[in-house]
């Protein structure tokens, strides 16, 4: 049974099909590990790898730095534009729900760029530093050298005359870095950064995702979590030829129990922040949205009530604190799926939720 989403008059467009959890995926937690225990090794038949230089992270200048990313492209069409598309904390373009998404668009006539964050995935090797939530110069300069490759290339890739839009999905942690890159992002001509961004289970008030994980019930996923960053941050260091500070940073990670000490010792220090307060509050884009939401291109948002690692509070905020008139920032709130979840009987819900956002985008471009 299909209706429209009540009370949601930006969303008449579509007929969005209600979210219903499905067995044995039942309850935020299980919606949320269930990604975890996909394993997907297939590659695009249509594939180019691409390496993107970065400045460090508190200076303008190269050090020979790159980011990592994988572009796809559809087979036997004329592609409708690009979407860009990266994971959350202590993830990668190996992530399952990544390669599913990623898949479902490429199905449907766009080339994917699936971005592998500093320091992150098999991009690791590439960079001595990690990301954080504050990103931002590395994403302007993944878009502003994925632009120019477009329009240098329109005939390698098939490419209409036209206006080529880029759109981009964060996924957690992802949709943070994204909104943080359009607000930071600053161009002559008043153009956005993307000409959409869909933002799955995204944070928007950092602390307060630091006192959820930090809870009892969210031991295991602390611990799961951290060892994961711990590994990238070890990979990243083998990298160094310096064996001092191969030593000093284990030392570091051994004494690290939890996601907020590893912002403390290593995220805030490393991207020029006095302390771990400093950069929950810069890096938290929910005031800054309020303030000047103008910045941002078309958003869409969906979050969950029941996901156990980002509180959906603040997303609600947000929506509570924009304007109903508004239709630029489309906020879609449900009451099951966990974090990054939404599996129904007809697969990701999310992402044909998405997809179908993104469709509509581009069948009404101007």
């Known amino acids: 049974m299909r ?18 959890e499905v067995f044995p995926w039942i309850g935020g937690d299980l919606q949320t590990i269930r990604d975890s225990l996909c394993i997907d090794f297939k590659l695009a038949a249509n594939s180019e790898k691409v390496f993107i230089p970065i ?74 530093s990690n990301y954080s939530a504050k990103c931002s110069k590395d994403i302007i300069s993944v878009v502003g050298y994925l632009r120019n490759k477009f329009e240098e290339e329109k005939k390698t890739y098939k ?20 909104l943080n890159a359009c607000i930071d992002y600053k161009s002559n001509n008043k153009k956005k950064l993307f000409d959409g961004l869909a933002c799955v289970s995204s944070p928007l008030d950092l602390l307060s995702c630091s006192k959820c994980i930090d809870k009892t019930r969210n031991f295991i996923y602390q611990k799961w979590l951290i060892n994961r960053l711990k590994s990238q941050v070890l990979r990243s260091q083998d990298n ?18 939890t996601i907020r000490e590893f912002d403390d010792k290593l995220t805030a220090p490393s991207w020029g922040y006095n302390s771990v307060n400093d950069y929950y509050q810069d ?29 959906y509070k603040p997303t609600l905020e947000l929506k509570k ?46």
């Open 3 to 20: 209706s429209k989403i009540n009370k949601l008059g930006e969303f008449s467009f579509l007929n969005i099909e209600k979210f219903n």
């Open 55 to 128: 400045n460090n992270n508190c200076s303008n200048n190269y050090i020979k730095d790159y980011l990592l990313g994988f572009l796809e492209f559809p087979n036997n069409c004329i592609p409708k534009g690009l979407v860009i598309i990266t994971h959350g904390l202590g993830g990668s373009t190996k992530r399952f729900g990544l390669r599913r998404i990623s898949k479902k668009l490429l199905d449907e006539g766009y080339i994917v760029f699936k971005l592998n964050l500093r320091g992150a995935g098999s991009g690791r090797y590439l960079s001595n």
């Open 159 to 178: 490419l209409n005359d036209n206006y080529f839009p880029i759109f981009a999905i964060g996924l957690s942690l992802g949709g943070t870095i994204f």
């Open 240 to 257: 160094h030829k310096d064996l001092f500070a191969k030593n000093t940073i284990k030392r570091k990670l051994k004494k690290i129990k």
């Open 283 to 311: 890096a938290s884009p929910l005031r800054k949205i309020k303030t000047c939401y103008e910045k941002l291109p078309s958003c869409f948002f969906i979050h969950s009530k029941d996901d156990p690692w980002v509180p």
């Open 321 to 366: 604190a924009l304007s109903k008139n508004q239709k630029k920032i489309l906020i879609l709130i449900t009451d099951k799926g966990g974090h990054n979840g939404f599996h129904s009987s007809t697969g990701c819900w999310s992402d044909n939720v998405v997809s179908q956002w993104i469709n509509h985008k581009i069948n009404n471009f101007d």
